[in-house]
């Protein structure tokens, strides 16, 4: 399918999820997939547009429920990249037991959380990663509350690629997402996304460290321990106004949840979607059973 009239961005002008569609338009050729190939499930809030404006399969579902619709599509239909998207309130908040859920079961897909510090759709209000003492409608004396900690949280819960990039340098981001796409398993990426209309004060515009890059991280992304010291580290300086990002953890060993269940002979070699959509009897007897319930 290709639309007559590309659908234009509404973003407002100046806002970083341009970054993540000009990254992910660059990252999806070069991991050799084309639209026909390529699932974007996305949640709710400014962020949730984003598959309005890439030319592949798309499904936008409700607010946090991105990533149990991934999971499903790609448990159903393997050969098919999947990558969620969501903002940080969607991802961490509202959806923030999927988030949990899907790391500790390693389902393949890319997971893309585009930070901005605030809930942006809805005006501005207070989200989990906004800083202590950060003035919003909803929290007009400051926010009393400490700020999630994503990347921490997202290896604790068992992601076997953890990255953060900035929407601020979209060929940084482009590598990651490239190396996100092609690792097998949960691969989740905070995406740093300014937000110049709601959150103006947020670090998200200031020069950022290359952690894969710079001499004085000298570190190991397949050492855990490692990655969670420079982690807590990251996460500190962000509210601080340093800003590092890079790819921290991965973990190229451990099986997918797909994989494991092909282990234990609970998967079947056949995907499900080809067996219901190839006119076979399964898709015509479940067809039938949904039209004698509702008759
Ligand atoms: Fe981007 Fe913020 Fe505008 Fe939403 S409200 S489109 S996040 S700048």
Redesign the pocket.
Same mark, same amino acid.
């Given at each position: 399918y290709t639309p007559e009239i590309e659908p234009q961005p509404t973003? #407002?002008p100046?806002?970083?999820?341009f970054g993540v569609l000009k990254s992910l338009k660059g990252a999806l050729p070069e991991v050799g997939r084309t639209p026909e190939e390529t699932l974007l499930v996305t949640g709710i809030g #400014?962020s949730g547009k984003l598959n309005s404006y890439l030319d592949s399969y798309g499904f936008h579902t409700i607010h946090g429920r991105s990533l149990p619709v991934a999971r499903a599509a790609k448990l159903a239909n393997p050969g098919v990249e999947v990558v969620a998207a969501g903002g940080d309130g969607d991802g961490y908040g509202i959806g923030g037991n999927h988030f949990m859920h899907t790391a500790r079961e390693n389902h393949d897909m890319t997971y893309i959380v585009f930070n !901005?510090e605030i809930f942006?759709?809805t005006k501005g209000q207070t989200s989990p990663t906004s800083p202590k003492g950060h003035k919003s409608k909803t929290q007009p004396h400051g926010s009393a509350k400490t700020p999630i900690r994503p990347l921490s949280l997202s290896l604790t819960s068992g992601a076997s690629f953890v990255a953060r990039t900035a929407a601020v340098n979209p060929n940084q981001a482009q590598r990651i997402l490239k190396e996100a796409m092609e690792h097998d398993g949960f691969a989740h990426i905070d995406f740093l996304?300014? #937000?110049?209309?709601? !959150?103006k004060d947020a670090k998200q515009y200031v020069p950022y460290t290359d952690i894969n890059e710079s001499e004085d991280y000298d570190f190991d992304p397949t050492n855990r321990a490692e990655a969670q010291e420079l982690m807590r580290e990251t996460e500190d300086k962000l509210y601080e106004g340093e800003v590092l990002t890079g790819v921290y953890y991965r973990d190229d060993e451990r099986p997918s949840y797909q994989q494991e269940k092909q282990q234990i002979g609970e998967m079947p070699e056949e995907p499900l979607a080809e067996r219901y959509f190839d006119g076979d009897y399964e898709w015509e007897r479940s067809y039938d059973q949904f039209i004698d319930k509702h008759k």
């Amino acid at each position: 399918y290709t639309p007559e009239i590309e659908p234009q961005p509404t973003w #407002c002008p100046g806002c970083g999820d341009f970054g993540v569609l000009k990254s992910l338009k660059g990252a999806l050729p070069e991991v050799g997939r084309t639209p026909e190939e390529t699932l974007l499930v996305t949640g709710i809030g #400014c962020s949730g547009k984003l598959n309005s404006y890439l030319d592949s399969y798309g499904f936008h579902t409700i607010h946090g429920r991105s990533l149990p619709v991934a999971r499903a599509a790609k448990l159903a239909n393997p050969g098919v990249e999947v990558v969620a998207a969501g903002g940080d309130g969607d991802g961490y908040g509202i959806g923030g037991n999927h988030f949990m859920h899907t790391a500790r079961e390693n389902h393949d897909m890319t997971y893309i959380v585009f930070n !901005n510090e605030i809930f942006g759709l809805t005006k501005g209000q207070t989200s989990p990663t906004s800083p202590k003492g950060h003035k919003s409608k909803t929290q007009p004396h400051g926010s009393a509350k400490t700020p999630i900690r994503p990347l921490s949280l997202s290896l604790t819960s068992g992601a076997s690629f953890v990255a953060r990039t900035a929407a601020v340098n979209p060929n940084q981001a482009q590598r990651i997402l490239k190396e996100a796409m092609e690792h097998d398993g949960f691969a989740h990426i905070d995406f740093l996304t300014q #937000c110049p209309t709601w !959150n103006k004060d947020a670090k998200q515009y200031v020069p950022y460290t290359d952690i894969n890059e710079s001499e004085d991280y000298d570190f190991d992304p397949t050492n855990r321990a490692e990655a969670q010291e420079l982690m807590r580290e990251t996460e500190d300086k962000l509210y601080e106004g340093e800003v590092l990002t890079g790819v921290y953890y991965r973990d190229d060993e451990r099986p997918s949840y797909q994989q494991e269940k092909q282990q234990i002979g609970e998967m079947p070699e056949e995907p499900l979607a080809e067996r219901y959509f190839d006119g076979d009897y399964e898709w015509e007897r479940s067809y039938d059973q949904f039209i004698d319930k509702h008759k």
